[in-house]
């Protein structure tokens, strides 16, 4: 099969290659493609050379699958129009909730890729992605009524230059000199930032509605969830504190068991100093971890739990490749 990733070049598209060659996937030709400003470069892959494209002369006709990691503008202008070419497998959140397009992690709603009225699946937030690995199998048992979410995002999920920003306020900061953000709201070094993306006219921002909204398509609607979404001087990695309250009564024994056994998730939970997992530690990991369950005794049938997973891997690269792999499967009968 012949696979394309268009924004090759990206955080989100190199970390695709990187999963790519780590899965083993059988490749007959690989079409890397970029803006105009990228194109030259050589990116390695499989011990060997490709010469990127340039995405506003590139065929599309060349690859069953083609990857967007570009970002929504570029989805917008370009992935409509590839469609009629080869599968899209859509990283931005362009087409998140158009109801003709399946919005699919595969540990979860695997299913959804059996209507594609577009030929476009779309991949969800980072953030969302890690959430409804860990909610699905205690839906599946207690039936979840109601989540309340507070995220600690990592600046890798803006892309290289809030990355880069980070580092160099960093820096400052420690030098004593001034600091003026340029992909922040505010300073992000040594800070918190309760600010992701831009606001709606009811006081949420589209991050935390990109939440309440895909949560509800991927895994069920009738899940109430509120989200305050919150920026944190981290570069890489998501951490989400989240409240759940079930239909049903549960035991903490019950909690560990099925999240021990659900795919792509693993319980790291000592109730002892360091005994959770933290951003630092599930960077470079497959794994959605689940720390720090308890019993909310304030509410009945309600429990509260610390999920962190690599945005970069687990939320964006590594689902879109899983879903490519379902594509695969579906089509190899």
């Known amino acids: 099969m012949n696979i394309a990733i268009v924004g090759a070049t990206g955080n989100v598209g190199r970390k ?14 690989l079409f890397l493609v970029a803006s105009s400003r990228s194109v ?17 002369t590139y065929d599309f006709s060349k690859a069953e699958i083609t990857f967007f990691a570009a970002g929504g503008k570029i989805s917008e ?33 695997p299913e959804a890729i059996n209507v594609l009225k577009k030929n476009i699946i779309a991949n969800p937030n980072c953030s969302t992605a890690q959430l409804v690995i860990a909610l699905k199998p205690l839906h599946d048992e207690f039936n979840i009524k109601r989540v309340v979410i507070s995220t600690y995002q990592s600046v890798s999920g803006g892309g290289k230059a809030p990355m880069d920003e980070l580092i160099e306020q960093t820096k400052l900061s420690l030098d ?30 589209k991050e935390e509605l990109k939440m ?42 019950k909690i560990h068991s099925l999240l021990n056994v659900a795919e792509g998730c693993e319980v790291y939970d000592k109730r002892e100093d360091g005994g959770y997992i933290t951003p630092l ?17 304030t509410k009945k049938n309600t429990i ?16 879109s490749v899983e879903i490519a792999e379902l594509l695969i499967k579906k089509n190899n009968g």
């Open 16 to 29: 695709m290659l990187e999963v790519l060659e780590q899965k083993k996937i059988l490749i007959d030709k």
């Open 40 to 56: 030259g470069q050589k990116i390695n892959f499989n011990g060997k050379e490709h010469e990127v494209y340039n995405l506003e």
């Open 77 to 109: 202008k370009y992935a409509e129009k590839a469609s009629k070419h080869t599968t899209i497998i859509d990283n931005s959140s362009f087409f998140r909730m158009d109801k003709d397009v399946p919005l699919i992690v595969p540990q979860v709603n």
């Open 176 to 205: 004593k000199y001034k600091i003026n953000s340029k992909n922040f709201t505010k300073q992000i070094a040594f800070n918190a930032i309760p600010h992701i993306d831009v606001f709606a006219d009811d006081g949420y921002t």
């Open 212 to 253: 309440v909204n895909e949560t509800k398509k991927i895994l069920d609607d009738t899940i109430e969830l509120t989200a305050t979404c919150v920026r944190i001087p981290v570069l890489v990695s998501h951490a989400e504190s989240v409240n759940i309250e079930f239909e049903k009564p549960f035991s903490l024994e």
């Open 281 to 297: 530690e599930a960077e470079g990991k497959n794994e959605t971890y689940i720390s720090r369950i308890r019993e909310d005794k």
């Open 304 to 319: 509260n739990m610390w999920i962190v997973s690599d945005n970069l891997l687990r939320g964006a690269a590594l689902n």
